[in-house]
């Protein structure tokens, strides 16, 4: 087990190091999630219906995980895959990608919720308990497309396959996400979304055994 916490911390350093190298890919999508809100301010200017302004939230989001995780396992040399097989445990590359990914997208969505706040307000009642429904499902999320990633870069790095394996699997995750979001942006009792938080959990519990079980298979392959 310690030799296992070794090595997931010298990756998520080495991947930590390659985006500092390499830091047109997050500017990148920083710049894509800024426009795209700066866009929907635009279009819309004041977005009355709390389920209008939550939905319209998460969709950006959505997107940019997809943007920023898919790219985790697609854009590795054949190489440098070579070169972590002999250094690592196929557990450890895959730890690694998801916690640097739940890390990326925690900093890429709350900086998309302080310019959506910005450009089209706040209007959560309960902000700490939506910021929290926001780390929770952007953790998810992150953690979701990270497995599909790397199932899909064993596909020949086919990108449509990340969509299609996604859709399914996203969708409970996304239904429990905006319940909880929109019980916070009403002030409803928070015991009210205690359930939508511990499903979230349950999930992200769920893809982290099938990363734990599967992936050795795959990085074996």
């Known amino acids: 087990m310690n030799q296992l916490c070794k090595e997931i911390r010298h990756l998520i350093i080495k991947e930590f190091q390659l985006e500092i190298r390499n830091k047109n890919t997050f500017i990148g999508i920083f710049l894509y999630v800024v426009s795209t809100i700066f866009v929907c301010y635009l279009t819309f200017k004041q977005i009355i219906s709390p389920q209008t302004w939550n939905a319209l939230f998460w969709i950006i989001i959505l997107f940019s995980t997809v943007s920023a995780v898919s790219k985790g396992f697609i854009q590795e040399g054949q190489g440098r895959l070579l070169y972590y097989y002999t250094i690592a445990s196929g557990t450890a590359i895959i730890f690694s990608k998801i916690f640097y990914n739940i890390l990326l997208m925690g900093v890429l969505s ?112």
């Open 110 to 221: 709350m900086a998309s919720f302080l310019f959506y706040s910005i450009f089209l307000g706040n209007i959560a009642e309960d902000l700490s308990w939506y910021l929290l429904g926001v780390l929770a499902g952007s953790s998810g999320l992150a953690t979701i497309f990270t497995l599909i990633s790397a199932i899909a870069h064993k596909a020949n790095n086919n990108g449509v396959l990340v969509a299609v394996l996604g859709f399914p699997i996203i969708l409970p995750m996304m239904i429990v996400i905006i319940k909880f979001s929109n019980a916070a942006i009403m002030g409803a009792a928070r015991s009210s979304s205690l359930d939508s938080l511990l499903i979230m959990g349950l999930l992200l519990i769920i893809v982290l055994s099938l990363s734990y079980i599967l992936f050795p298979y795959l990085w074996k392959d």
